[in-house]
């Protein structure tokens, strides 16, 4: 099992830049791809950006924010990042760090592959 918490969230305005982070602990060995998805209130979660193990499969990021956002992974904290830049009112949402630790492969944005979840950290970009 693996648990994961989140923080950095806050407000900003439009055009503005925002870090999440999220603490991995448990099984913390590396070896699974880990991504972020986001919710915005009355909307379903959607995928925002994904990142394989070690440094072989690379990461992958929904259209909506790429270009903008970077995903990143400190292996020797166990932390996942997202640098957001250029915000948006858009990008207001609820940000969730998840783990897959049963999918073997490059980095993934199927929600349904992902089985451990963070609680979540709110991002308001105001206009």
């Known amino acids: 099992q693996v648990q994961l918490v989140e923080s950095g969230g806050g407000s900003v305005q439009a055009g503005g830049s925002l870090r999440l982070s999220c603490a991995a602990s448990?099984?913390?060995?590396?070896?699974?791809?880990m991504a972020w998805f986001r919710q915005a209130l009355g909307k379903e979660r959607e995928r925002v950006a994904g990142i394989g193990p070690g440094r072989v499969y690379g990461t992958r990021y929904a259209d909506s924010v790429k270009g903008r956002f970077t995903i990143s992974k400190d292996n020797r904290k166990t932390t996942l990042y997202l640098q957001m830049d250029s915000l948006k009112p858009d990008d207001t949402a609820m940000y969730y760090c998840a783990a897959a630790l049963d999918y073997e492969g490059p980095p993934t944005l199927a929600r349904a592959e992902y089985n451990y979840w963070g609680q979540g950290t709110q991002v308001t970009v105001s206009s």
């Open positions: 448990g099984y913390t060995d590396n070896t699974y791809c």
